[in-house]
């Protein structure tokens, strides 16, 4: 590829450069907050951490910013950032069987062990704009005041037990159980719902129903920051490089082989969908004890398809894994899908390579934006090349043996073919 460095144009930078900044920190209505973004555009830093790959909410909040709302170039700043900066510890590996869910459903059973808790979703509510009236100006003494009041109505309903525990900058939302509801007077002894349910995939492997794609073995995960992504790498590359992949390019993958042009007509149904805090721990550097230094959100997604295969066993469902930083379920969905189709592919069609090669957001978009750096000169070769091509053509046109026509009216060809074939073929060994 032809590329010619670009002179003469740092001023034009610079002043495009000075644009951006202009309407992000200039504008007629007052700058938007760093904190403004992290507590009330939850769901789009939540998807900047995601494709990031690193849990940093009010970084993601600045890059997010910085972008003006473009979430792969808040992505890319955050990966750039975390580039920078070096490894201090390794964390433990924790099971997400410790994961503290505020949100758990079970689409796969009416009435599942353990509670169902809707927390904050969309999911039920008709898609219809909001345009609120506009609120009567407050001062500052009726604004704190309404806050506290939200605050000691939000303890009294989690001490109550009516509300799950909200998230930071969340309201308490209703919980929904799967269980029986408590007699009428007694909601002040009704204790929080079960946090840590048992998984639907336990009771399926209980009745033999459920392929056990478990090790014996317990193999260290394939960095995929270290080490290139290759197709026949490990499920745990896989998985790690669709935790990592841009939302939209893996639900458009996902969607494009459920509906079968690879050859299989996937009957999916989702297990459990859980939104939780899962903590983080690392070794004391003193003691060797591992400790718990936080907590970062996660979202869990069990899919579970029926095998129909002419060499799986039909008797049996496989179950497919998905886990993302913050609250994205469409991105564990597709990815516990697209765990499941890339087992039952086995390499049989290029839907590996397509999972690991097109689905980076950074990757992707960073092919398509350098198509705008300067190509003049790969583009004045490709004239160079049509116009040879060209002359080419014209000049074999022009050739005057091809315009002479031999005394018996076959064509010049014709005739060169039947001199060769009159030559009588030499013998191996003769004289020539």
Known sequence: ????????????????????????????????????????????????????GLWAPELAARALRQAQGDLVEASHLLRAYRSTRPRLARAVTVSSDELEILRRIVPAYRV???PQLLGRTLDYVGRLLEVPEPRPATDGATRAAAAEGATAATAAAIATGDASVPDRGAPATPVTQGEPEPPPGQNGSLSLPDRRPRRLLDLLRGQGLAVDRRRC???????????????????????????????????????????GPDGYIHEITLGEVRHGRLPVRVEHPVTGRPVVIGAVRVTEV???????????????????????????????????????????????????????????????????????????????????????????????????????????????????????????????????
């Open 1 to 52: 590829m032809g590329y010619a460095a670009a002179r003469g144009g740092a001023e034009a930078i610079v002043a495009a450069e000075r644009l951006v900044r202009q309407v992000r920190e200039e504008g007629s209505s007052p700058q938007l907050g760093v904190d403004q973004v992290e507590e009330r555009m939850t769901l789009a830093v939540d998807r900047v951490m995601g494709e990031a």
């Open 112 to 114: 599942p062990s353990g």
């Open 217 to 259: 073995d317990d193999p260290e995960p394939y960095d995929v920051l270290r080490q290139p992504v290759r197709p026949g790498v490990p499920r745990s590359a896989r998985l790690s490089t669709m935790a990592r992949a841009e939302t939209g390019a893996l639900v458009n993958l996902w969607y494009r082989n459920v509906l």
């Open 302 to 432: 069990e899919a579970i398809e029926s095998l129909d295969g002419p060499d799986e066993p039909t008797d049996l469902f496989d179950v497919g894994y998905g886990l993302c930083l913050g609250h994205n379920e469409r991105k564990a969905i597709a990815m516990a899908n697209l765990d499941i189709a890339l087992e039952r592919d086995q390499g049989r069609s290029l839907l590996e390579q397509s999972v690991l090669m097109t689905t980076d957001g950074l990757e992707s978009s960073g092919f398509l934006e350098h198509l705008k750096l300067p190509h003049y000169v790969t583009f004045r070769s490709m004239i160079e090349r049509k116009l040879a091509a060209r002359q080419a053509a014209a000049a074999e046109r022009d050739r005057p043996d091809l315009h002479e026509t031999p005394l018996d009216g076959s064509r010049p060809s014709e005739a060169r073919q039947e001199d060769d074939e009159a030559v009588p073929p030499v013998a191996a060994g003769a004289p020539a």
